[in-house]
Structure formats: structure tokens, C-alpha cells
């Protein structure tokens, strides 16, 4: 599976029809969200079944100040709709497995 450029019009819904859904907010100006993109993609080949999404909060400034993202990158994951772990900074493939492997049941 690939990830998805997704707007604070469609995340919402893609949050609620997905059993996991991963979010990953960033900016194109940002390196280590940069640096991140190829970890978060590779992750998502390895999970098919989950929908692995990309915000770019300076196009949805709405939507990253109603969710309260004030560095990036910045992750959240949802499981059956519920926030589930919010992680702050970059991370390596090995911590980014990690944070998810500790937050989907």
C-alpha cells in the first residue's frame, strides 16, 4: 500500500472507516520530515491493511491547529477511530516500528 495526501476535508472520515489509520504531519520546508517520508512509506508496504496518510500542515493550517500540532513531524495514530499515540520528532525505521508495534493492539 501507498500513502495518502490527505486534506482536513477527508481525514476525518478515512480516520473512522479504517481499523488503523496512521498520520503522519509534515511540511516540504521541514528536513526531518524529509528524511522521515521514505520510513513512513516503507512502513506502509509492510502493512497493507492499514491506511497510511500524509497531511502537509501548511496547507491545512485548520486542521493542525484544531489537532494541536506545533512541531513536525509529528505522528498519530488511530485505532476503530480513537487516538491511540501521538509521537513528536523524527524517528529511525527501528523507533518508528517500535512506536506503532506499542500502540496497535
Known sequence: MATHNESSQTITDIVKKNHVTL???WATWCPPCRN???IFSAAS???PDWY???ID???NQDLASALQ???IPTIMVFEDGKLV???VGALNAAQ???LVASAIK
Open 23 to 25: 498520520i503522519d504531519f
Open 36 to 38: 522521515f517520508s521514505p
Open 45 to 47: 508496504d509492510k502493512h
Open 52 to 54: 497510511f496518510a500524509r
Open 57 to 59: 500542515v501548511d496547507k
Open 69 to 71: 500540532i506545533q512541531a
Open 85 to 87: 499515540t501521538r509521537h
Open 96 to 98: 518508528f516500528d517500535s
